[in-house]
């Protein structure tokens, strides 16, 4: 019976943490999105500098939480997420609105399915 109590604290535990990642990540994403949306409406606005500094932002606070992705997430989706950032960083770099809008709206696809795939629904355990 001590068994039993071990194996069922044991997979509560194991469902807590991954209910507390999927929120974690959730809520990482959605800041990460917000601030790339600001960027993109600076953009066409004009204000190539502020666009900048807004990707630039995120772009911190995504590096700054990049061992913990690294553990919990597939690196080849990572890897897409960085390789997104550097690519939006070039494109404003060189003030091209197009192709910026572009990869800009790939990065955030690639940003909300990251988290989408994370998220604990009947789709993704089976």
Do not use: P
């Not at 600001?38 to 630039?56: H, K, M, V």
């Amino acid at each position: 019976m001590k068994r039993l109590w071990i194996a069922a604290i044991l997979l509560y535990a194991l469902l807590g943490a991954t209910l507390a990642n999927a929120w974690y990540l959730g809520h990482l994403t959605g800041e990460l999105t917000a601030a790339l949306e600001e960027s993109e409406a600076l953009a066409e606005a004009g204000d190539w500098a502020g666009a900048q500094a807004a990707t630039e932002a995120a772009f911190r606070r995504w590096n700054n939480h990049e061992t913990y992705l690294h553990i919990l997430l597939r690196h080849s989706d990572t890897d897409l997420i960085y390789a997104g950032f550097q690519e939006a960083l070039e494109y404003l770099d060189c003030r091209e609105g197009g192709e910026y809008s572009a990869a800009n709206a790939r990065l955030m696809t690639q940003i909300s399915l990251l988290y989408e795939a994370e998220q604990f629904t009947l789709k993704n355990v089976l």
